[in-house]
Nanobody, 115 residues
């Protein structure tokens, strides 16, 4: 149906940076709220940040000031720039698109922050 293609995960040292990208479609980018979620072992999946079709953003308290979510409608992508990474940020990160009754998930990408 709708495919969300993620990239950018990997291994980084504490204090480092990573940039995650979620590629959607023109329709999805135009209508849907796009969010990044994460799930660490033994924990529930949590919202990291999201962005509306109008550009409004929302961040979890734990990432405010460190992460930035943005949209590039020309490329139909949503980016998550992650700076000042901490070991507590280690998780599988998922891209999500939601609109009305529709809700889609990406495959997830591993982010590991470790010295």
């Amino acid at each position: 149906q709708v495919q969300l293609v993620e990239s950018g995960g990997g291994l980084v040292q504490p204090g480092g940076s990573l940039r995650l990208s979620c590629t959607t479609s023109g329709l999805i980018s135009r209508l849907y709220v796009i969010g990044w979620y994460r799930q660490a072992p033994g924990k529930q999946r949590e919202l990291v940040a999201d962005i509306t079709s109008g550009g409004g953003t929302n961040y979890a308290d734990s990432v405010k000031g460190r992460f930035t979510i943005s949209r590039d409608d020309a490329r139909n992508t949503v980016e998550l720039q992650m700076n000042s990474l901490k070991p507590e940020d280690t998780a599988v990160y998922y891209c999500n698109a939601r609109w009305s009754l529709f809700n889609f998930w990406g495959q997830g990408t591993q982010v590991t922050v470790s010295a």
